[in-house]
């Protein structure tokens, strides 16, 4: 069973903020939430990580509610170079668990001029 | 920050012969290791995960004997793909992680290898 659920896509038009959000709800108290971003033919580039509450960095917000469940990654102003695959796992960062590095379909994001 | 090698990007053989896929860790040892492989328009799909010295765990459905891996240092992981197929065509990825990395930042991708079989 795959351990999240992301819509499959989504699009965008420049300078818009995008919200994409996973679901998680099995997820365990070591848990981290990771999100990736994947260009075409090329590996999967880290994005963020949170464990709850909000971060951010330089190229995106990560909120995750109380309860975990469910986590949102959040671009603001997005551009045309935006356009790519974005993932979200969840897993033990400290746990090398071959569980926690299976993905699951990702969301498709195409940002329009 | 941890950065992982992966070599060739891109591989061409014939249908018969074998193809090895390396992946070093630059600046960290990694311990850990996740092979992938990826077709067009779908998710990575995990093949192994292999440990320095240790033999590698394959996901169901993923030949062993087919894809060889071999972790024998902790810089380096290989990934042989033997008696190549077209089937086999694919863009190949790996993982690693380990003592020296950041792990608040994930795992390290390397680049990807993209391999075509005629």
């Known amino acids: 069973l795959a351990k999240t659920t992301q819509p499959i896509s989504m699009d965008s038009y420049e300078g818009q903020e995008v919200n994409i959000t996973c679901s998680h709800n099995?997820?365990?108290?070591?848990?981290?939430i990771t999100w990736y971003q994947q260009f075409p033919s090329q590996g999967p580039r880290f994005i963020i990580q949170g464990y709850k509450t909000k971060v951010t960095n330089e190229v995106a917000s990560l909120f995750i509610p109380a309860d975990r469940k469910s986590s949102t990654l959040s671009l603001p102003r997005v551009s045309l170079s935006d356009t790519a695959v974005y993932y979200c796992?969840?897993?033990?960062?400290?746990?090398?668990?071959?569980?926690?590095?299976?993905f699951g379909a990702g969301t498709r994001l195409t940002v329009k001029p | 920050g941890a950065v992982v090698s992966q070599h060739p990007s891109r591989v061409i053989c014939k249908s018969g012969t074998s193809v090895k896929i390396e992946c070093r860790s630059l600046d960290f040892q990694a311990t850990t290791m996740f092979w992938y492989r990826q077709f067009p328009k779908q998710s990575l799909m995990l093949m192994a995960t292999?440990?320095?010295?240790?033999?590698?765990?394959?996901e169901q459905g993923v030949e062993k004997d087919k894809f060889l891996i071999n972790h024998a240092s902790l810089t380096l992981s290989t990934l042989t793909v033997t008696s190549a197929h077209p089937e086999d065509s694919s863009f190949y990825i790996c993982?690693?992680?380990?003592?020296?990395?950041?792990?608040?930042?994930?795992?390290?991708f390397g680049s990807g290898t993209r391999l075509t079989v005629v």
């Open positions: 292999s440990n320095e010295g240790s033999k590698a765990t394959y």
């Open positions: 796992l969840v897993g033990d960062p400290g746990g090398y668990n071959n569980n926690d590095m299976r």
């Open positions: 993982s690693a992680t380990g003592s020296g990395t950041d792990n608040l930042y994930g795992y390290t």
């Open positions: 099995n997820i365990a108290t070591n848990d981290y």
